[in-house]
């Protein structure tokens, strides 16, 4: 089993910024993927950014690149998400999700990650 705990959402203006963090607990974290997923009212949860924890290579969706930032302190078992120039239409919940033993292929992909966090609330206000 691993426990995820988010940290760091909250309310900011247009073009603003936030970091999200993710403390993980109870598993080696080796062999994992975690990755951040957002959902906003009435959509379905997407994806916005993965990181292999042993190589550190991290992925990030196209809306979010040049923005948002997926980072890890191996020390502290913890990941983040950096989010700069915010939008309103990042404006979600923001969950921390891991998996262990997944394809590249599918790591952006929150279907095949079987471990998630309680969420965060990101607003942004127009």
């Known amino acids: 089993q691993v426990q995820l705990e988010e940290s760091g959402g909250g309310l900011v203006q247009t073009g603003g910024s936030l970091r999200l963090s993710c403390a993980a607990s109870?598993?080696?974290?080796?062999?994992?993927?975690l990755g951040w997923f957002r959902q906003a009212p009435g959509k379905d949860r997407e994806s916005v950014a993965a990181?292999?924890?042993?190589?550190?290579?991290?992925y990030h969706v196209d809306s979010v690149k040049g923005r948002f930032t997926i980072s890890r302190d191996n020390a502290k078992n913890t990941i983040f998400l950096q989010m700069n120039n915010l939008k309103p239409e990042d404006t979600a919940i923001y969950y921390c999700?891991?998996?262990?033993?997944?394809?590249?292929?599918?790591?952006?992909?929150?279907?095949?990650?079987?471990?998630w966090g309680q969420g965060t609330q990101v607003t942004v206000s127009s």
């Open positions: 999700a891991a998996r262990s033993g997944g394809i590249l292929s599918t790591i952006l992909q929150s279907a095949h990650y079987n471990y």
């Open positions: 109870g598993r080696n974290l080796g062999p994992f993927d």
């Open positions: 990181i292999r924890w042993r190589s550190g290579y991290t």
